[in-house]
């Protein structure tokens, strides 16, 4: 099967793909905006700062890949695929399907190669 260190490889890269792929998306809703800005500045937030945030740190964090990274990769994937079909029930918002199986795929990978408990995926002073 996978030892601990396919499992950071592939948990790496995941993260460092993941996170360019939000940075991405963020920049791109940053310079042509969105419907949702309104809203942002109502409650004194940038979305898409913090997008760019995000993918920035999914990025970094491919060099010490640890399960509060992981968990914070599956969550957003699983509230991505929400949002989708959240949007999929509405008759003013479409959803975005490519958004939807971007996000599946990594989910699937993301658990797939969660860290186990006795993968040394957690932070230590060699590090």
Same mark, same amino acid.
């Given at each position: 099967?996978?030892?601990?260190?396919?499992?950071?490889?592939?948990?790496?890269?995941?993260?460092?793909?993941?996170?360019? &792929?939000?940075?991405?998306?963020?920049?791109?809703?940053?310079?042509?905006? =969105?419907?949702?800005?309104?809203? @942002?500045?109502?409650?004194?937030?940038?979305?898409?700062?913090?997008?760019?945030?995000?993918?920035?740190?999914?990025?970094?964090?491919?060099?010490?890949?640890?399960? =509060? #990274?992981?968990?914070?990769?599956?969550? *957003?994937?699983?509230?991505?695929?929400?949002?989708?079909? #959240?949007?999929?029930?509405?008759?003013?918002?479409?959803?975005? #399907?490519?958004?939807?199986?971007?996000?599946?795929?990594?989910?699937?990978?993301?658990?797939?190669? *969660?860290?186990?408990?006795? @993968?040394? &995926?957690?932070?230590?002073?060699?590090?």
């Amino acid at each position: 099967m996978f030892t601990s260190e396919h499992r950071r490889a592939v948990v790496s890269v995941a993260l460092a793909i993941q996170g360019a &792929l939000i940075l991405v998306g963020a920049v791109l809703v940053g310079f042509n905006g =969105s419907l949702s800005a309104p809203l @942002d500045n109502v409650v004194g937030a940038e979305a898409s700062v913090a997008a760019i945030v995000l993918g920035a740190a999914f990025i970094l964090a491919f060099r010490t890949p640890n399960r =509060s #990274w992981v968990n914070l990769a599956i969550m *957003y994937e699983a509230l991505a695929i929400i949002s989708q079909l #959240w949007k999929n029930n509405g008759f003013t918002m479409r959803p975005t #399907w490519t958004t939807t199986v971007v996000s599946g795929i990594f989910l699937i990978a993301f658990a797939a190669f *969660y860290p186990r408990a006795d @993968d040394s &995926l957690e932070m230590s002073p060699a590090h």
